[in-house]
């Protein structure tokens, strides 16, 4: 599977981005998609995670009520809608498929199997 990101992009404080996440191949219900996020000399950090055949998704506690993870299993594409962004949420963003993880599993980046090329998100302050 690969996996094709897009939606990155310069914005102010407070502004919103959506960022999508194209699959190339049908993604088996077994997985788990995630987006992770890498801003520059730091270490890639989990955002959320969502089982593609359904459930509620998992936020990081930096993301949550400001972000909303969701999927269209027609598309084969993963979104995530990012409100209210600070300058801190500045990063490349990856998303990620991974299969048959447990809810603990979710901010592993070593548990999955397939990333996309990374979009870059800049937020001015």
């Known amino acids: 599977v690969q996996l094709q990101a897009s939606g990155g992009g310069l914005v102010q404080a407070g502004g919103s981005l959506r960022l999508s996440c194209a699959a190339s191949?049908?993604?088996?219900?077994?997985?788990?998609m995630a987006w992770f996020r890498q801003a520059p000399g730091k270490e890639r950090e989990f955002v959320v995670g969502?089982?593609?055949?359904?459930?509620?998704?998992s936020y990081a506690d930096s993301v949550k009520g400001r972000f909303t993870i969701s999927r269209d299993r027609v598309q084969n594409t993963v979104s995530l809608q990012m409100n209210s962004l600070k300058p801190e949420d500045t990063a490349v963003y990856y998303c990620?498929?991974?299969?048959?993880?447990?809810?603990?599993?979710?901010?592993?980046?070593?548990?999955?199997?397939?990333w996309g090329q990374g979009t870059q998100v800049t937020v001015s302050s």
């Open positions: 969502i089982r593609w055949s359904g459930g509620s998704p």
């Open positions: 990620a498929a991974g299969p048959s993880l447990i809810n603990s599993d979710y901010p592993r980046a070593s548990r999955y199997s397939y």
């Open positions: 191949a049908r993604i088996s219900s077994s997985y788990v």
